[in-house]
């Protein structure tokens, strides 16, 4: 059992940057994927990348590429996802997730945390 709290979000104008922070608690152990993903109101959950917690590597959705970048602190036992050059369309609530497998997809994931709102103005 994981259990994950998300922090860094907030309100900022297009142009601005964000630093999300997940942090884990509980039972890790056979779990060591975590991925970050955005779900924009009236659309599903999308993903916007991952890392392997034990050597990590990270891997990104193709349109995420550019401006996001997930890193870790194993000290902490957090991930953190780093979002540059804002947009409004990146206007989601952001959340991460712990699983057994490096994916894209939100449906293996075994556990959530609460999400942290990212709002971008233009």
């Known amino acids: 059992q994981v259990q994950l709290v998300e922090s860094g979000g907030g309100s900022v104008q297009a142009g601005g940057s964000f630093r999300l922070s997940c942090t884990a608690s509980?039972?890790?152990?056979?779990?060591?994927?975590r991925g970050w993903f955005r779900q924009v109101a009236g659309k599903g959950r999308e993903g916007v990348g991952g890392?392997?917690?034990?050597?990590?590597?990270?891997f990104y959705a193709a349109s995420a590429q550019s401006r996001f970048t997930i890193s870790q602190d194993n000290d902490k036992n957090t991930v953190y996802l780093q979002i540059d050059s804002l947009k409004p369309e990146d206007t989601a609530m952001y959340y991460c997730?712990?699983?057994?497998?490096?994916?894209?997809?939100?449906?293996?994931?075994?556990?959530w945390g609460q999400g942290t709102q990212v709002t971008v103005s233009s």
């Open positions: 890392i392997y917690t034990t050597g990590g590597r990270t």
């Open positions: 509980g039972y890790t152990y056979g779990i060591p994927f």
């Open positions: 997730a712990a699983g057994r497998f490096s994916t894209l997809s939100h449906t293996p994931y075994d556990s």
